[in-house]
């Protein structure tokens, strides 16, 4: 699987990433910065990488309709703390060998994970 850390998550979760056969990148690795959604979601789909990120606008999925990406995680948590979105990482990571991402939308919560077509 290839992943790419949005810029409102800390490079540091990429860590998490290394016991499993993981490719991560960070937008801010590539400078993407401060890039309107539309650009970063666009190089994710070039790379053939899933979005994992905190904004919710990745959620729309008229705007953004999972079948046309390898896979979209918008992390919907009550408190942003690093604690938080940590353990939220390492619940979507554990399902990852059940369930499939390729063309859905993850919506990781404190305690489920929904998925949509």
Same mark, same amino acid.
């Given at each position: 699987?290839?992943?790419? &850390?949005?810029?409102? %998550?800390?490079? $540091?979760?990429?860590?998490?990433? $290394? ?11 590539? $400078? %993407?910065?401060?890039?309107?959604? !539309? ?16 904004? &919710? ?19 919907? %948590? ?20 059940? !369930?499939?991402?390729?063309? %859905?939308?993850?919506?990781? !919560? ?8």
């Amino acid at each position: 699987m290839r992943f790419k &850390l949005d810029e409102n %998550l800390s490079p $540091s979760l990429a860590v998490l990433f $290394s016991a499993t056969t993981a490719d991560v990148h960070t937008v801010t690795e590539q $400078s %993407l910065n401060g890039r309107p959604d !539309e650009r970063v979601i666009d190089v994710c789909k070039r790379e053939a990488r899933t979005l994992i990120t905190l904004d &919710l606008d990745f959620a729309n999925i008229q705007a953004y309709p999972p079948s046309q990406y390898s896979g979209i995680v918008v992390l919907r %948590l009550q408190s942003q703390a690093h604690s938080f979105v940590e353990a939220a990482v390492r619940q979507m990571l554990k399902l990852l060998p059940q !369930e499939p991402l390729i063309g %859905l939308l993850w919506i990781v !919560e404190e305690h489920r994970v929904r998925i949509h077509e």
